[in-house]
């Protein structure tokens, strides 16, 4: 097993040793390695040494998914599967490049830890409009979320968001919003999410967007606070003009 000789050896973290057999190993080599790699990311973290830890988070998710999919195998009988043994810092979201990484993981036996790091991170650090409007609406008991993560975590590293992925992320917000406690409306990503309405196009915001900046209880009272208004408005502002815009073209 190479776990005991990455744990044993002269260097403090193992990671250090990791890194000099990639640079020597084939591509084939890497491939099989893959496994023990993933793990050892896993339970390291990266605290100690983020430049190196995140630069063999990128080696590990240029892996095509078709050759990661089998080592799976290998990696769920090493400790950070059977112990869940994962370190809380395994994810940042400004390293885009490591997203198809922890989309597998996603889908693996350890999706409920890796789950929550992730959106952790994605809520605190977003990297574009899309994901900041709708992270902090994500469930990770709902299926369909679970999906537009996994799908986003795809996508989104190779730097395009696709028009299907933006009317699924529409739908999570337009349904979401409305079921928002009154208490929770006044937090700052509340208005983010509706402003991102009239960016991602669908026209079915327009009755959400409408009812945010008129609604009222016992007549004079808003029920939603004025920035989420205002944002309402930027948003119905940005769809008909986009929307004449499309017919123009």
Request: overall charge positive; hydrophobic content about 45%; proline content about 6%.
């Amino acid at each position: 097993m190479i776990t005991p000789h990455l744990r044993h050896s002269d260097k403090k973290n193992p990671l250090i040793l990791l890194d000099h057999i990639v640079q020597l190993a084939s591509k084939n080599t890497v491939t099989r390695l893959w496994p023990f790699m993933v793990n050892e990311l896993l339970i390291a973290g990266s605290n100690c040494a983020p430049s190196l830890y995140f630069r063999l988070c990128k080696q590990c998710a240029l892996l095509p998914q078709e050759k990661m999919l089998p080592q799976l195998a290998v990696l769920k009988n090493l400790e950070s599967f059977s112990r869940s043994n994962i370190a809380a810092d395994i994810f940042s979201a400004t390293e885009t490049a490591t997203y198809p990484l922890f989309a597998l993981l996603l889908r693996s036996d350890i999706e409920r830890i890796i789950g929550h790091r992730v959106l952790n991170g994605l809520q605190q650090h977003p990297q574009d409009s899309l994901i900041q409007g709708v992270a902090s609406l994500l469930t990770l008991t709902n299926q369909d979320h679970k999906l537009f993560l996994y799908t986003y975590l795809r996508q989104a590293s190779a730097g395009t968001i696709p028009h299907s992925l933006k009317k699924i992320a529409a739908k999570i917000i337009e349904e979401a919003l409305p079921r928002l406690p009154v208490e929770r409306r006044k937090e700052a990503w509340v208005a983010h999410a509706i402003e991102t309405l009239g960016k991602l196009q669908s026209e079915s915001s327009n009755i959400l967007l409408e009812g945010i900046i008129t609604t009222k209880k016992m007549v004079i009272l808003h029920e939603w606070p004025p920035p989420c208004r205002k944002a309402a408005e930027a948003a119905l502002v940005e769809l008909k003009i986009n929307k004449r815009g499309g017919r123009n073209a």
